[in-house]
C-alpha cells in the first residue's frame, strides 16, 4: 500500500499530488503514533541488548519521517524543492518499511505469544483509526 501510493504520489501533479500526499500522511501519522503508543512500549519492556537497540531506532526513524512530512507538507506543491523533499521522505519511509519488516516484526513475534499479539494490535488498529482521523482534520 505505501510503496504504491509513494509512486502514485511521485507520478501526479498539482493538486492530486496534494491530495494524496495528504491521505498517505494522515494513514501513515495514524500508523506511526498506534506503533509509539501500543507496540513500542511493550516491546521496550520485553527486550534487552541489541533487541532494544533496533526499538529505539524504530522511534528515532518515526521522528524523522514525523519531521520530513511536516516539511513536505508545509512546501507549496509546485516549489520546485517539493519533490527532492518527497524523495527524502520516501527514502526515510522505505528504509523504515524493510527494517521494520525484516528486522522488527520477527522480533515482535518472538517477544510476544499469539494472544499477545492480538490484543497489541486491536489495540493498535484502534489508535491507528483514532490518530488517522484526527491528522485528516488537521490537514483540511
Known amino acids: 500500500m505505501v510503496s504504491s501510493s509513494l509512486s502514485e504520489i511521485e507520478a501526479a501533479t498539482g493538486d492530486k499530488k496534494k491530495a494524496l500526499f495528504q491521505d498517505l500522511y494522515a494513514k501513515l501519522h495514524g500508523h506511526h503514533e498506534a506503533e509509539e503508543t501500543v507496540i ?8 534487552k541488548g541489541e533487541d532494544e537497540e533496533l526499538v529505539l531506532e ?4 518515526h521522528s524523522l519521517a514525523s519531521y520530513q512530512f511536516s516539511v513536505v507538507e ?33 522480533l515482535a ?14 489495540e493498535f488498529e484502534k489508535v491507528m483509526d483514532k490518530k488517522e482521523k484526527e ?6
Open 135 to 140: 491528522k485528516e482534520k488537521d490537514l483540511a
Open 58 to 61: 524504530m522511534i528515532e526513524e
Open 40 to 47: 513500542f512500549p511493550k516491546a521496550k519492556e520485553a527486550v
Open 109 to 122: 513475534r518472538k517477544l510476544f505469544s499469539s494472544e499477545t499479539l492480538n490484543e497489541l494490535y486491536d
Open 74 to 106: 508545509k512546501t507549496f506543491v509546485d516549489n520546485e524543492t517539493w519533490d527532492a523533499k518527497f524523495s527524502v521522505l520516501k527514502e526515510v519511509l522505505e528504509h523504515h518499511m524493510k527494517e521494520e519488516e525484516d528486522e522488527f516484526l520477527p
